[in-house]
Each structure stands twice: as C-alpha cells, then as structure tokens.
C-alpha cells in the first residue's frame, strides 16, 4: 500500500537524471537552473495529464477533421517565494497562457508560524486550476499555510509540484490539506536538524540564484 496516497512520484528515466544531475555539489548556477527549469517542463507534463479536452473542427491542408484541444480549463500557477519562482519559467513554456500568482512567507522566529509577507492572486483564481510550485516540500508547514491562503481566496482545485520531497512533508500536507495532490521527482530518505532535505540537493533558492 501507498504510504503516501497524496504524492504522485514522476519515475520517467528523464527525470530521474535530470535530478542526479541537479544534485550533485559540483554543478553551476548556470547548469543548475537549466537543469531545473527542464524538471519543470517535465513535471508540468505530468500535473496537467488530466486536463480535459475537446472536438474541435479544423482543416489540415489535406482534409477537414475532428481534432482535441484542451477545453478551456483555466490554469494559475503560484509561486511560492522564492525559489518557487525557478519552477515558473518551466512551467509557463508549456502553458503560456496561464496566469501567475505568488505567495511570500517567512517564518516567525519565535513562534515557528508562517506569516505572510506578500500575496498576488488573479481575482478569478476560483475559476481556475491552481498549481503551487516550490522546490522543496520539506516541513510542509510553509507550503500547507500558502495552501490554506489559497483557499481562503477561493480557489478550490489546488495541486502542488516540486522537486524534492520527504515523508514528514507529505504528512503534514496529507493531514491539512488532503485534497491536494503532490507532484514531486523524488520522495527523499528524511529532513535533518536544520530542515534540510536529505540527501537532498541543499538550498534550492541560493542554487538557482547563486547567493551562496
Ligand atoms: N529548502 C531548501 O532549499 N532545501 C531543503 O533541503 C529544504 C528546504
């Protein structure tokens, strides 16, 4: 049985090396948003296996036939700040029409709480399809609060992608938001002391912009 019945794993070949690529200490800012701009093409493949299609009339320069297209599902993908943002690019590559939004969240100190910093949403995200991006699904605390934010501003199809995951990520998300399907390469072993993911790929923001 699935211990983690809110995760989708994308198990493709492509991806899977992509990722080993993207790990490793060694590779350049440069290489490392390539890298993850291409894991974002491929999981955006993925997160929008299911939207629905329709018949449409058109003429090849052959013949007239019946040809899908996708059938209007309005999509918004949502950032969450800041290294959500390198997801984006990836993403609006394969649907350049969907509209953005963004999330920002810092963590009180003290009391260990998301607090949000900063929130723009299209005013009709309740009509559309959302999809949150952010490398990393560690404690899932940050990213189940940006869920119930969305909520809270209608949205009521969410799904979530990013790269990296870890089982106590997925709990929370399970536990707070269970109609919320995760799409990640990799479900990692555990997080460590510091919130790290490991093994991990280290600090997904200072690695695609190089502040560090
Ligand atoms: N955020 C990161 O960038 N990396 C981690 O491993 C965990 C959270």
């Keep these: 049985m699935n211990a983690f019945p809110n995760a989708t794993v994308v198990n493709h070949p492509l991806v899977q090396h992509k990722l080993t690529l993207l790990r490793r200490k060694e590779v350049s800012t440069a290489e490392f948003r ?26 090849t320069p052959l013949e007239e036939m019946q040809a899908p297209l996708l059938a209007g599902k309005k999509l918004c993908f949502v950032s969450i700040l800041r290294a959500g943002n390198g997801i984006l690019d990836g993403m609006l590559d394969l649907v350049p029409s969907a509209r953005v939004g963004h999330v920002g969240l810092y963590r009180d100190p003290e009391t260990l709480v998301p ?61 707070a938001h269970p109609d919320v399907m995760v ?30």
């Excluded at 390539?34 to 093409?41: A, G, H, I, M, Y």
């Excluded at 955006?44 to 018949?55: A, I, N, Q, S, W």
């Excluded at 510091?194 to 600090?203: E, V």
Aim: aromatic share 6%; net charge negative.
């Design 34 to 59: 390539r890298l993850v701009r291409e894991l974002s093409l491929l999981l955006c493949y993925e997160v929008t296996r299911d939207l629905p299609l329709e018949k449409v009339s058109i003429e």
């Design 115 to 175: 607090v949000e910093y900063y929130l723009k949403l299209p005013d009709d995200v309740r009509e559309r399809l959302v999809i949150v991006v952010d490398p990393m699904l560690a404690t899932g605390h940050s990213a189940a609060a940006a869920v119930a934010r969305l909520k809270e501003a209608g949205a009521t199809q969410i799904k979530f992608v990013c790269l990296l995951t870890v089982p106590e990520g997925l709990q929370v998300m399970q536990e």
């Design 183 to 212: 799409y990640t390469c990799s479900v990692d072993r555990q997080l460590d002391d510091h919130g790290y993911i490991r093994p991990g790929l280290g600090d997904a923001g200072d690695r695609i912009y190089g502040t560090k």
